[in-house]
């Protein structure tokens, strides 16, 4: 069975930094395509950051040059540094796999509050 987990999500100012973390049970993050997704209340999940295994990156226009995904294989998890934040930010922060989500994989998500 495989289960991902979100942590790092906090209250942040404008102009902060957080890094966020997502562990994964049951399979290998190092052999797939892994991606950050953020949701904002009343909209779908965006897949905003994706990694492949070899390790190219791929970043949605709103988070290029703000955010960094990237592998640790000792934890067997995904990364992603958030840097230069914005209120927009705002969100839940859920990883899957990339770039079509498994449905069954959605953890609980982490919380990102950016405030003005």
């Known amino acids: 069975q495989v289960q991902l987990v979100e942590s790092g999500g906090a209250l942040v100012q404008g102009g902060g930094s957080l890094r966020l973390s997502c562990r994964a049970y049951?399979?290998?993050?190092?052999?797939?395509?892994m991606g950050w997704y953020r949701q904002v209340p009343g909209n779908q999940r965006e897949l905003i950051a994706r990694i492949k295994p070899d390790p190219e990156t791929k970043y949605a226009d709103s988070v290029k040059d703000r955010f960094t995904i990237s592998r640790d294989a000792a934890n067997n998890a995904i990364v992603l540094d958030m840097t230069k934040l914005k209120p927009d930010d705002t969100g839940t922060y859920y990883c899957?796999?990339?770039?079509?989500?498994?449905?069954?994989?959605w953890g609980q998500g982490t919380q990102v509050t950016v405030s003005s």
């Open positions: 899957n796999v990339a770039p079509t989500p498994h449905p069954s994989y």
């Open positions: 049951g399979i290998n993050v190092k052999f797939m395509q």
